[in-house]
């Protein structure tokens, strides 16, 4: 039913809810979005709602702050590929620090809180002394995956990065990724691709070349992907060998707290802007 959400719907629901409340409005992607960030809003002063996609973010925000006239609201969206693509987003938008949510919590100390909580001391001592530390080894896991994203999107190749099988083309011993084995993972569930996999293969050698952050490269997805895999076959401590990719998610984003969150360039601006506008949305 989400994908029948309309951005006018997602307006309309604001707009009712204004005549309740005076308050300040906050549109987020998605309900994990919401989970996080509802930690740190002012809930006297400020109101989650959910838009269930990016686009419903980007336009009811729009719809209401320009065409309504109702300056009190903010949206926050997923960097994803906008940063590499040269892509912008004017104000009352703001979009995170790394590409999304997920890798923003993995690039900060929720990662060690949850290591600390998941992990075995001496495997994780191990794995850091014959591979390099875990956030790095995820970030080099996940990168050649993050431009292969790219490289589709802005080619218009039409391949399929919708819940990747990790375990095909990650090696179970060092998390390293197998670039053969990833590419045809990715073709065999891309049925409707328009690329061969040695034109993937030149264009991708051509990208790693580039120098890219690669933390907006990485997506969260795969990067929690990743550090499960991890936790289940390696490093993990006797509480880790079940555990799914949903379960660490949630565990980051109770790991997040608002001193590491009211570091971000995302805080910063946001709270700029709101005392600007004369609104407050964080607590």
């Known amino acids: ?88 987003h004017g104000r009352p938008l703001f979009v995170t620090d790394c590409r999304d949510v997920e890798s923003l919590m993995i690039k900060s100390r929720a990662l060690e809180n949850v290591l600390s909580e998941y992990g075995d001391a001496n495997r994780i001592d191990t794995f850091t002394e014959r591979y390099g530390e875990i956030r790095d080894v995820i970030l080099a896991s996940c990168y050649p995956l993050g431009i292969l994203m790219y490289i589709s999107d802005v080619n218009n190749h039409g391949l399929s990065f919708k819940d990747p099988d990790h375990a095909s083309f990650l090696n179970r011993g060092n998390l390293k990724a197998d670039i053969d ?24 050698e051509n990208e790693l070349n580039e120098e890219r952050d690669p933390w907006d490269v990485c997506r969260g997805h795969d990067m929690v992907a990743v550090l499960t895999m991890g936790l289940r076959d390696i490093f993990g401590g006797y509480n880790s060998q079940f555990i799914r990719s ?9 790991a997040y707290d608002k001193e590491t969150f009211r570091a971000t360039r995302l805080f910063k601006d946001t709270t700029e802007w709101c005392a600007s506008e004369g609104m407050n949305v964080w607590s």
């Open 246 to 254: 949903g379960g660490v998610a949630g565990a980051l984003r109770l």
């Open 1 to 88: 039913m989400r994908e029948y959400i309309r951005p006018a719907d997602i307006a309309n629901e604001i707009s009712m809810k204004r005549s309740l409340f005076d308050g300040s409005f906050l549109v987020v992607e998605g309900v994990t979005d919401s989970r996080l960030y509802g930690k740190f809003v002012d809930k006297n002063e400020c109101d989650i709602v959910v838009a269930h996609s990016k686009d419903n973010v980007r336009m009811s925000v729009r719809e209401i702050f320009r065409r309504r006239n109702d300056r009190k609201i903010i949206g926050i969206i997923d960097s994803d590929a906008d940063r590499l693509k040269g892509i912008v």
């Open 181 to 204: 084995a990833m590419l045809d993972s990715l073709l065999s569930q891309s049925p409707h691709s328009r690329v061969t996999k040695e034109e993937l293969e030149m264009q991708l």
